[in-house]
T-cell receptor
Framework: ELKVEQNPLFLSMQEGKNYTIYCNYS?????LYWYRQDPGKSLESLFV?????AVKQEGRLMASLDTKARLSTLHITAAVHDLSATYFC????????????FGAGTTVTVRA | EAGVTQSPTHLIKTRGQQATLRCSPI?????VYWYQQALGLGLQFLLW???????NRGNFPPRFSGRQFPNYSSELNVNALELEDSALYLC????????????FGPGTRLTVL
């Protein structure tokens, strides 16, 4: 069974500073996903990472994937209040019909 | 293009009752996934339907069931509701053009009293 671990689970950020969220997974996966969830809302897809060394960036968020270490990172540059949300990583395998196995989520609070 | 829709938004039931949740996928998508997001348990895979058939299910008891209709919409049924079934139920659809990407609906918040 695919196990996904995220850390930290809670992250209090100061506006303007940089932070990183880590996502480790237990076995080989074909895809690594990052989602954002606002309180009481659904999941918004941020990134899909496919291959070793993949890096994707959107605004202040950058995700990278190291398949050998089974590690993905979500880097936040110069945090702003709008980034307050819960961030989930998830993995899937084609052999498992791309069903998603999620990490526990990282709740991010950005303070002034 | 309309996204994934779910109904109802909120559902309040009492223990022992049955709940029915509905999901309409993005047009052209034939796969529907159901996930449960319960407090303290995170997001867990429930069921996967494709082309009208159940293809995979997660580690949930048989009282969680569902079906997929010819128009690819889907229904999740939870029988004999228990308090711990209170959760946000998310539906996601997947289409042939991006087989590795699921698009999530807004969810149904089920509260069992």
């Amino acid at each position: 069974e695919l196990k996904v671990e995220q850390n930290p689970l809670f992250l209090s950020m100061q506006e303007g500073k940089n932070y990183t969220i880590y996502c480790n997974y237990s076995t080989t996966s074909d895809r690594l996903y990052w989602y954002r969830q606002d309180p009481g809302k659904s999941l918004e897809s941020l990134f899909v990472l496919l291959s070793n060394g993949a890096v994707k960036q959107e605004g202040r968020l950058m995700a990278s994937l190291d398949t050998k270490a089974r590690l993905s990172t979500l880097h936040i540059t110069a945090a702003v209040h709008d980034l307050s949300a819960t961030y989930f990583c998830a993995v899937s395998r084609r052999s498992n019909d791309y069903k998603l196995s999620f990490g526990a989520g990282t709740t991010v609070t950005v303070r002034a | 293009e309309a996204g994934v829709t779910q109904s109802p938004t909120h559902l309040i039931k009492t223990r022992g009752q049955q709940a029915t949740l509905r999901c309409s996928p993005i047009s052209g998508h034939t796969s529907v996934y159901w996930y449960q997001q319960a407090l303290g348990l995170g997001l867990q895979f429930l069921l996967w339907y494709d082309e009208g058939e159940e293809r995979n299910r997660g580690n949930f008891p048989p009282r969680f069931s569902g079906r997929q209709f010819p128009n690819y919409s889907s229904e999740l049924n939870v029988n004999a509701l228990e308090l711990e079934d209170s959760a946000l139920y998310l539906c996601a659809s997947r289409g042939p053009e991006r087989a590795d990407t699921q698009y999530f609906g807004p969810g149904t918040r089920l509260t069992v009293l």
